[in-house]
Antibody, heavy 122, light 108 residues
Framework: QVQLVESGGGVVQPGRSLRLSCAAS????????IHWVRQAPGKGLEWVAV????????HHADSVKGRFTISRDNSKNTMYLQMNSLRPEDTAVYYC???????????????WGQGTLVTVSS | EIVLTQSPATLSLSPGERATLSCRPS??????LAWYQQKPGQAPRLLIY???NRATGIPVRFSGSGSGTDFTLTISSLEPEDFAVYYC??????????FGQGTRLEIK
């Protein structure tokens, strides 16, 4: 069965960095675009970033552009989110989510991980 | 940015009743809209995409309709497990996808 497992969250001071990982199994990872979506405590959902199935195309939300970088290693079935210059408003549960469509991002999310909590606080 | 306005914020109904949730984009998005269900402590679950297509494994009591600037999620007869928060999401101007603020469906 499709599984996505996030890791790497924790408490970090403002201005510091953190790298999240998303390990995938149960499907052909290299065929699907993968996204990061976050949810601040008690709030709604916010799309963060997407990476194409081959890693050659990436997009980031304006709120994280220049600070966060999405990447993937298809040989390890793993996707990453490098988060630099963290701010308190980045505090959220970060989910990785598979795109609904093979190869071409549809920006609909059919499978989600359980999420990893990032807390940015001094 | 396309803003999605969901209404009502909270909907109180009993099992067996029909639920109607609304999502209104700030500009036309054709049919590029999805609906998700989220229960406490869980990740969202895709219910509907492209306004009216049920995702894999979603019961037929869930249906979506609409286009342009007016969309509806209908649950024909509420089951106890349907009480949750529901979000709409647009992909019309990807990558600037946005979500609505959510509708909480609670047991009356």
């Amino acid at each position: 069965q499709v599984q996505l497992v996030e890791s790497g969250g924790g408490v970090v001071q403002p201005g510091r960095s953190l790298r999240l990982s998303c390990a995938a199994s149960g499907f052909t990872f290299s065929r699907y675009p993968i996204h990061w979506v976050r949810q601040a405590p008690g709030k709604g959902l916010e799309w963060v970033a997407v990476i194409a199935n081959d890693g050659n195309d990436k997009h980031h939300a304006d709120s994280v552009k220049g600070r966060f970088t999405i990447s993937r290693d298809n040989s390890k079935n793993t996707m990453y989110l490098q988060m630099n210059s963290l701010r308190p408003e980045d505090t959220a549960v970060y989910y990785c989510a598979r795109d609904l469509v093979v190869a071409s991002a549809a920006y609909y999310f059919d499978y989600w991980g359980q999420g990893t909590l990032v807390t940015v606080s001094s | 940015e396309i803003v999605l306005t969901q209404s009502p914020a909270t909907l109180s109904l009993s099992p067996g009743e029909r639920a109607t949730l609304s999502c209104r984009p700030s500009q036309s998005i054709s049919r590029y809209l999805a609906w998700y269900q989220q229960k406490p402590g869980q990740a969202p679950r895709l219910l509907i995409y492209d306004a009216s297509n049920r995702a894999t494994g979603i019961p037929v009591r869930f249906s979506g309709s609409g286009s342009g600037t007016d969309f509806t999620l209908t649950i024909s007869s509420l089951e106890p497990e349907d009480f949750a928060v529901y979000y709409c999401q647009q992909r019309s101007n990807w990558p600037r996808v946005t979500f609505g603020q959510g509708t909480r469906l609670e047991i009356k």
